[in-house]
């Protein structure tokens, strides 16, 4: 039987209908999965689990100890502050290439690694908690030679410096005489052996060092003011989330745990 134009032109609209009908339903379905989309406010509600990537190949930040226990100042500040939200914690580690990657993929919830909170792109991409710690520019000595009152008193003294670091340029505007090394390790061992006056170096790997050599025969002769603070990092629209971390680390901070932990890793207090 043959069929008229008429009847193809009212099957071609008939079958038009349809695809639209199941494309509007489609998009609806989607819609209505992507509205669905738990927050992480929600989801750390109902799940009681807290998501965190962290390298663990860190120390003291984030290692794992003698007994292959992962553990270190970071990971133990995030611990303390998901206990007091009534959260579990699951630890992903992950190289710090990929971290940032990791978190933009959702496979973890925040970041714990000793963030730089003063990096500009970090500040435009995510959302950062309050610092929890600090790092800062500090001048090493032998114990007996006098704490210094200002950065500029290194002028005209030896300073031991990687030349590829940021120390290396702040001892030289200073007005320091620089004596190259290849790391931190070879100018500790030249102030040390009294060939050097000094050497500067970041106050976290200097504590550091400090606790694991307690009779080094050095010290901190010099603290800078100025300060990079580091903290939790979270994917953009968790603001309730971050207002809670806040909250809780401000207590640690106002009750004295948040020291407590600064000083059983680091033998000093930075977190202020």
Not at 11 to 29: E, F, H, R
Not at 132 to 144: A, G, I, L, M
Request: a negative charge; charged letters at 25%.
């Amino acid at each position: 039987m043959k069929l008229s134009k008429k009847w193809f032109a009212m099957i071609a609209m008939a079958v038009a209908v349809l695809g639209l009908s199941a494309c509007d339903q489609g998009k609806s379905t989607a819609a209505k999965t992507e509205a669905k989309e738990a927050t992480l406010a929600e989801t750390l509600a109902s799940s009681k689990i807290l998501r965190v990537g962290t390298e663990g190949t860190y120390p003291p930040f984030t290692f794992h100890d003698k007994d292959g226990n992962l553990t270190g100042f970071d990971v133990e500040v995030t611990r303390e502050v998901a206990k007091r939200l009534g959260l579990e914690v699951q630890f992903f580690e992950t190289q710090w290439d990929a971290m940032f990657a990791g978190l933009n993929a959702k496979r973890f919830d925040i970041i714990a690694n000793q963030v730089d909170l003063s990096n500009p792109e970090r500040q435009q991409k995510y959302l950062l908690s309050e610092p929890y710690n600090f790092e800062r520019s500090v001048v090493v000595t032998p114990v007996e030679t006098p704490n210094l009152t200002a950065l500029d008193e290194v002028k005209g003294k030896k300073s031991a410096q990687s030349i590829n670091s940021s120390y290396y340029v702040l001892a030289k505007e200073n007005g320091a005489e620089i004596l190259p090394v290849e790391g931190m390790a070879q100018a500790l061992e030249l102030v040390k052996q009294k060939r050097a006056d000094l050497t500067l170096n970041g106050q976290l790997a200097i504590l550091d060092y400090l606790k694991q050599q307690p009779n080094s025969g050095l010290k901190i002769a010099y603290r800078d003011d100025n300060k990079i603070g580091s903290g939790f990092v979270f994917l953009k629209g968790n603001d309730e989330v971050v207002a809670e971390f806040n909250r809780t680390l401000n207590d640690m901070r106002g009750d004295g745990s948040l020291k407590a932990l600064s000083v059983q890793w680091f033998g000093d207090d930075v977190t202020e």
